[in-house]
């Protein structure tokens, strides 16, 4: 696949073209077959467009790297990200959870607002990256009692790379089905700013993609070495904590501010992998990722070095801020103040979250203080390994 087009190469709209002329929108397709007459065209409301994009994610297959024709049964299953049992139970409530992604399908029934909603357990966290069999490689870290071992750190790290990746791709095939549809019926201006809008979003996508391409690739080789290369970080807690998550993120600043890597660079990122989930009846926070000594090992390093006071808080902050794969306790986010929970929309939908380099010496612990009924102490369990 080839990865990113330039952004040095903008679009250049043009409201007549001739009619086999390359569309201007670099859709690929000629422009009587794109954008000729697109103010004519049905408009889509943004339930058709949220149904479509919903068709898009279902739209699954099997990512374990023995994956293929002999090695898998059946098609792609609903695999959960976050174990149902443990995990998702054991914060859950009537067997509910509050879920962010849920939230943000639902701005077409609401009016274009983001109200988080309960979402049943048998179906949170779930995607189509497992057949049945290479599920079943998740079993070690899905046990009654589970080891803080580095074979369960690598699994739910493995499993949060592979679902990052696999979001990544269903999110450029939206980004398409975007640019095709979102901008029908639609004045001239109006197409342009829809389209440059999404335009840039592929770019920054397909750069995504690349990198967890790699890191994917890097997971693989690790899985058939027996987790050569691969390091992590784990934090038990004493108690359980009222959000779980997983996912994967690239780290452009350590937790006091200090920077790591560039997001605006066109060189390859390294993403580190975030698991907060709930084994042996404690909430444990997982940190993995591949090589040494680069940002995701620095970023973890300074979450080592956080007061054992403040981990749960910024646990849960890191959680909430860097993915949208997170589900809380219900009585727990309904008893935050009305002023934290729109902060915390705000920060995942509206991108008006603080820099972390403008967080100050407390990084990210410092607005995790409103975390606080988050807060437990530590039982010693703090390894990077």
């Not at 990200?81 to 959870?97: C, D, M, S, Y």
């Not at 080592?304 to 219900?330: C, F, M």
Request: hydrophobic share 40%.
């Amino acid at each position: 696949m080839t990865f990113a087009a330039s952004i040095s190469e903008p679009l250049t709209p043009q409201e007549t073209m001739g009619r086999n002329d390359p569309c201007w929108c670099r859709s690929g397709r000629k422009w009587k077959h794109c954008h000729r007459d697109r103010d004519k065209q049905h408009r889509r409301n943004i339930n058709e467009l949220l149904n479509a994009i919903g068709q898009e994610q279902a739209r699954g297959y099997c990512v374990h790297p023995d994956a293929g024709e002999g090695t898998c049964s059946g098609g792609a299953t609903d695999a959960h990200t976050i174990q149902k049992e443990g995990g998702l139970r054991a914060i859950a409530e009537k067997g509910h959870v509050i879920s962010i992604k849920k939230g943000a399908l639902g701005i077409g029934r609401n009016d274009g607002e983001i109200i988080l909603v309960p979402d049943g357990i048998g179906n949170a966290s779930t995607f189509p990256g497992f057949c049945n069999t290479h599920d079943a490689m998740f079993s070690p870290a899905e046990q009654k009692i589970v080891p803080l071992s580095r074979e369960a750190a690598f699994l739910l790290s493995y499993r949060a790379i592979a679902y990052e990746k696999f979001l990544k791709e269903s999110a450029l095939r939206s980004n398409e089905l975007h640019r095709q549809e979102a901008d029908k019926g639609q004045p001239f201006a109006e197409q342009v700013r829809i389209q440059e809008a999404l335009y840039a979003a592929k770019y920054l996508m397909e750069l995504g993609l690349r990198d967890l391409t790699q890191s994917k690739d890097a997971f693989d080789a690790a899985y058939r070495a027996s987790y050569t290369g691969f390091n992590f970080l784990v934090v038990e807690f004493s108690a359980v904590v009222p959000v779980v998550s997983c996912g994967a993120f690239f780290p452009d600043f350590d937790l006091f501010g200090q920077p790591l890597q560039s997001l605006a660079a066109a060189t390859l990122l390294d993403p580190i992998a975030v698991n907060l989930t709930v084994l042996n009846d404690r909430s444990v926070l997982f940190l993995g990722w591949i090589g040494s000594g680069g940002p995701p090992e620095k970023f973890a390093t300074s979450y080592a070095r956080l007061p054992q006071a403040e981990k749960a808080n910024a646990a849960v902050r890191l959680a909430i801020e860097y993915s949208e794969n997170t589900y809380s306790r219900p009585s727990w986010w309904t008893g935050l103040p009305q002023a934290v929970r729109d902060g915390v929309v705000a920060t995942l939908f509206t991108m008006k979250a603080p820099a972390v380099s403008q967080r100050g010496p407390d990084g990210l612990c410092l607005d995790g203080k409103i975390f606080a009924a988050a807060s437990v102490s530590l039982d010693g369990g703090n390894h990077l390994r």
